[in-house]
């Protein structure tokens, strides 16, 4: 089993539509981050947290320490917010989940 | 925020011969710098970690010989591929930290071997 595991694997939506993402772990960490990748590969770090709840824009993230779980939600979706959106967890190094690939259809 | 780049984005060359890649940033120092590769459709997985000034510590599986690693000043570091073969073909990507622990990453550099 992975020790950060993200659901779903692949997301379709329609524009508007609010998405949540979920990534669960089972190790200590310091601190959770949710990263963006774009087709050409670039990555974009979105949120980094170790508690609670942050708000970017049209972005928010949270987390639960106790349960180990954080989501993603990306209020009022728009087709550039397709990327594959990957969660990572500070162990003293960052480990990744598999990504979670979301098209938003116009 | 912080920017992280990386030299060259796309690379082609011929098997045997070495790459290098660059990783600098560009508004920090960079105590750490990080580097990652990525297959297709699979997630980053950490190559090594280095700190400025003394020698990478390499993941498991990692040949410390082929992936040579140089962190000499505080906001440049540099991956060479030593006789790169096709099966080192991927995309790599470097990440550097200052003194928080938000890593920043760099863009990407794709490598194909023919």
């Known amino acids: 089993k992975n020790e950060v595991e993200q659901s779903p694997q692949n997301l379709t939506a329609q524009e508007g539509e609010f998405i949540t993402i979920n990534c669960s772990y089972s190790v200590g960490i310091s601190a959770l981050h949710w990263l963006q990748q774009h087709p050409g590969g670039g990555i974009v770090s979105l949120f980094m947290?170790?508690?609670g709840k942050k708000k970017h824009g049209r972005l928010i993230a949270t987390i639960n320490i106790q349960e180990k779980h954080s989501s993603l939600h990306i209020t009022a979706s728009h087709p550039r917010d397709s990327a594959v959106y990957i969660c990572?967890?500070?162990?003293?190094?960052?480990?990744f989940g598999q990504g979670t690939t979301l098209q938003v259809k116009p | 925020g912080a920017v992280v780049s990386q030299h060259p984005s796309r690379v082609i060359c011929k098997s045997g011969t070495s790459v290098k890649i660059e990783c600098r940033s560009l508004d920090f120092q960079a105590t750490t710098m990080f580097w990652y590769r990525q297959f297709p459709k699979q997630s980053l997985m950490l190559m090594a970690t280095?700190?400025?000034?003394?020698?990478?510590?390499?993941e498991q599986g990692v040949e410390k010989d082929k992936f040579l690693i140089n962190h000499a000043s505080l906001t440049l570091s540099t991956l060479t591929v030593t006789s790169a073969h096709p099966e080192d073909s991927s995309f790599y990507i470097c990440?550097?930290?200052?003194?928080?622990?938000?890593?920043?990453f760099g863009p990407g550099t794709r490598l194909t071997v023919l």
């Open positions: 990440s550097a930290k200052g003194v928080t622990d938000t890593q920043y």
């Open positions: 947290l170790s508690s």
């Open positions: 280095s700190n400025e000034g003394s020698k990478a510590t390499y």
């Open positions: 990572a967890v500070n162990t003293g190094k960052l480990i």
